[in-house]
């Protein structure tokens, strides 16, 4: 889950809604049409909070390599989706084995990261990351631009130049 989460950028809903017949392994995407959310412990599908959130992800590299066909639900607890206190459970058995210190949303700014560094646009990861606004996107790119350019300042004052 961890690594799909990371190489996808997906909302941990929007994984968890996830069944075979929206991996097209053929074309190498994702087709993203639906979230899981908890009604009283119970998960329930729905569609994603905008109409932006409905889109088409590219598999990359490293993950295409991992994935094995199936049939159904993606992730599930016996055939049926995950409720929100079970993943927590899961998730956290998961971080205390691996020593994963992070929240899956962190993952998904992660790979926003991997898309900047690749030199995507802002426009583009907008659209890969489903977000409404521009803004959005370009307020986290803003945050690793300044991480950045604190890393090439320090890198610069040290070069023996």
């Given at each position: 889950f961890a690594y799909f989460a990371l190489y996808t950028g997906l909302r941990k809903g929007e994984i968890l809604a996830l069944t075979w017949d929206d991996i097209d392994l053929d074309n190498r995407v994702i087709h993203v049409n639906k979230a899981v959310y908890d009604d009283h412990?119970?998960?329930?599908?729905?569609?994603?909070?905008t109409?932006?959130?409905?889109?088409?992800?590219p598999i990359l590299d490293r993950l295409?390599?991992?994935?094995?066909?199936?049939?159904g639900i993606?992730?599930?607890?016996?055939?049926?989706?995950?409720?929100?206190?079970?993943?927590?459970?899961?998730?956290?058995?998961?971080?205390?084995?691996?020593?994963?210190t992070c929240t899956v949303h962190q993952l998904r700014?992660?790979?926003t990261t991997m898309l900047f560094e690749c030199d995507i646009s802002v426009k583009d990861a907008?659209?890969?990351l489903g977000h409404a606004q521009a803004s959005t996107t370009q307020d986290i790119y803003t945050d690793i631009r300044k991480a950045r350019e604190?890393?090439?300042n320090k890198?610069?004052?040290s070069a023996d130049i």
């Open positions: 412990g119970t998960p329930k599908i729905k569609r994603p909070k109409e932006n959130g409905v889109r088409s992800v295409y390599d991992k994935l094995i066909p199936g049939k993606l992730f599930s607890d016996e055939g049926r989706y995950i409720s929100a206190w079970k993943f927590q459970k899961y998730w956290s058995s998961y971080c205390a084995e691996s020593g994963i700014h992660a790979f907008q659209k890969i604190m890393l090439i890198k610069l004052l």
